[in-house]
């Protein structure tokens, strides 16, 4: 398969491409590729409180509030690195004393061209109130779970299921 052609057909808050392939057999497609662009996220441990802390937020896809781990998307000058303590500022308040990388994966590679860059973060001192972005319009709740009440909760984010899982095996 070869790409020969790449247009944009969308260009609002999120992009939509439409590529022309070239098969082997000569047979040409055209398939819609989603371009949001490439985030990160974060399980974070309080080392202090001894909680993992996740957010609850409005998600557009299931269209209602989802329970995650503290995600975002990374600026075009930023590294992954950077982008994620940020967000773990952002949405819950903290300082990152530790980050340990688990995986960047494809969220979705049939339709999408993200990837997530997924952490593993320890934090011990709340130095901002969490939340959210009001410039971005975010309502975000911090949500403590201890260790067992974790494994128990009923998770249904993919990358929050990933990194749980990392933890159950590595933690």
């Known amino acids: 398969?070869?790409?020969?052609?790449?247009?944009?057909?969308?260009?609002?808050h999120f992009k939509l491409n439409e590529l022309t392939i070239q098969?082997?057999?000569?047979?040409?497609?055209?398939r819609e590729r989603f371009d949001p662009g490439h985030a990160v996220a974060a399980l974070v441990f309080d080392t202090v409180k001894q909680q993992y802390l996740l957010t609850r937020q409005f998600r557009i896809g299931p269209e209602?509030?989802?329970l995650e781990i503290a995600a975002g998307m990374i600026d075009h000058d930023d590294t992954p690195d950077a982008s994620i303590r940020?967000?773990?500022h952002e949405e819950l308040g903290y300082e990152v004393d530790s980050l340990t990388p688990i995986?960047?994966?494809?969220?979705?590679p049939g339709v999408s061209g993200e990837t997530i860059a997924v952490y593993y973060a320890e934090v011990s001192r709340q130095t901002?109130?969490?939340?959210?972005?009001?410039?971005?319009?975010?309502?975000?709740?911090?949500?403590?779970?201890?260790?067992e009440a974790l494994f128990a909760e009923p998770l249904q984010d993919a990358k929050t299921l990933l990194a749980v899982q990392w933890v159950r095996l590595h933690k």
């Open 86 to 88: 940020r967000e773990i």
């Open 64 to 66: 209602a509030d989802l």
């Open 103 to 108: 995986v960047t994966m494809w969220s979705s």
């Open 23 to 30: 098969t082997a057999q000569g047979d040409e497609l055209k």
């Open 128 to 147: 901002g109130a969490g939340g959210g972005l009001a410039a971005e319009h975010e309502q975000i709740e911090i949500v403590p779970f201890t260790r």
């Open 1 to 12: 398969m070869k790409i020969t052609n790449r247009c944009r057909v969308f260009d609002g």
